[in-house]
């Protein structure tokens, strides 16, 4: 037994001073100014060897920031004006998230632990980066690769949460992107910063607007019990937005509660009267059985009188919808939708001289 503990120590010894070597290793080419090819590829090796030795948190921590760094070291070996190509091609908005989240990781373990090992070095290379960091991302945006124009604005704001206007813009190229979930969490991270701010820590975007976009971002990601409680602050600051209502009304009517849906859309269009999209919502709604009757229509076309019966309800329901859809065509000439179900309506009632002059 005690040969097979002392195989263990010596084993756990051996792990510890080959920790040791590839921590020296790694400070040794970190420090250096500029690494040649074979440095930087004995860099990467040596941070996968540490990965795989460290079993304390503190090593754990120090090959994740070595190989966070893994960029910089690879750019070093560039010259001292290296071409913004190469740099590009090193940098993809992957390589940079990934970085910033070592750095992050990094930054929180040594504030929790009291250990400042990296953070100092942490700091002076946000502050030497930043701007070439943030020209990375407005390269991106203007080249409307919004994805990775918005990855790289919210990992500058991770570094540096003093400057709110990545954040900011994070959540506009997010939208530009149509990456709706990240949308969502970004300006819901403006919310819970706030707009109390100075200078850099001031938003350009109002709280109104933020409210807005939070409600019609988890609207359009269905995420329908959130969007019912954002609706309340988004229409608390904008109460005339009609949008805003409409969605609102959109979220029961998605989820079958077509009574609650009927009554939010008619209460809006008491106010809006003019407005054709709700005028076409009241008469769509109107034919909400449409589909359901022409099916109970064909069940009986042996049976005249109720066959006769539905065709008769069925028409009663169109003309009772009728008015809507005119005033929607009236109100916008040009919508197809409208003027397709308006042909319908006129056609279903017999009114072909009015079906044929729908253009």
């Not at 701007?131 to 991106?140: G, K, L």
Request: glycine share 4%.
């Amino acid at each position: 037994m005690k040969k097979i503990v002392l195989g263990a120590l010596l084993l756990a010894f051996a792990l510890t001073y080959a920790q040791k070597d590839e921590l020296k290793t790694l400070k040794k080419l970190y420090d250096k100014d500029q690494l040649s090819a074979d440095d930087f590829s004995k860099y990467k090796e040596t941070v996968s060897k540490l990965e795989t030795l460290a079993t304390t948190e503190d090593d754990k921590v120090a090959a994740g920031f070595y190989k966070a760094m893994q960029p910089l070291a690879e750019m070093s070996t560039l010259g001292a004006q290296p071409n913004p190509m190469m740099i590009q091609k090193i940098f993809t908005s992957e390589v940079f998230t990934s970085m910033v989240e070592g750095m992050r990781t990094t930054l929180d373990y040594e504030t929790k632990t009291g250990k400042k090992v990296f953070s100092a070095d942490i700091n002076e290379t946000i502050t030497s980066f930043k701007p070439i960091f943030t020209q990375m991302a407005f390269v991106f945006n203007s080249s409307k690769k919004y994805k990775e124009a918005s990855r790289v604005f919210y990992n500058s704001y991770q570094l540096d949460p003093n400057d709110v206007s990545n954040l900011e813009n994070a959540a506009i190229t997010a939208m530009q992107a149509e990456e709706y979930i990240d949308a969502e969490k970004y300006y819901r991270e403006i919310k819970t910063v706030g707009f109390d701010g100075i200078r850099s820590k001031k938003f350009a975007t109002k709280p109104e607007e933020v409210a807005k976009n939070i409600f019609a971002l988890s609207f359009f990601n269905k995420n329908d019990e959130q969007a019912k409680k954002d609706y309340q602050e988004a229409i608390k600051l904008n109460p005339e937005d009609t949008q805003i209502q409409i969605d609102h009304a959109t979220i029961y009517y998605r989820n079958n509660d077509i009574g609650t849906y009927q009554k939010l859309i008619e209460g809006i269009l008491e106010k809006d009267p003019n407005n054709a999209q709700l005028q076409y919502n009241v008469g769509f709604l109107l034919l909400n059985d449409d589909a359901k009757i022409v099916d109970e229509i064909n069940a009986n076309l042996k049976n005249i009188k109720k066959y006769d019966e539905l065709n008769a309800k069925r028409k009663a329901m169109f003309l009772k919808a009728l008015p809507y859809f005119e005033r929607s065509h009236q109100l916008d000439v040009a919508n197809e939708d409208t003027k397709k179900t308006l042909r319908l309506c006129y056609e279903t009632l017999g009114m072909k001289d009015k079906a044929a002059s729908v253009k």
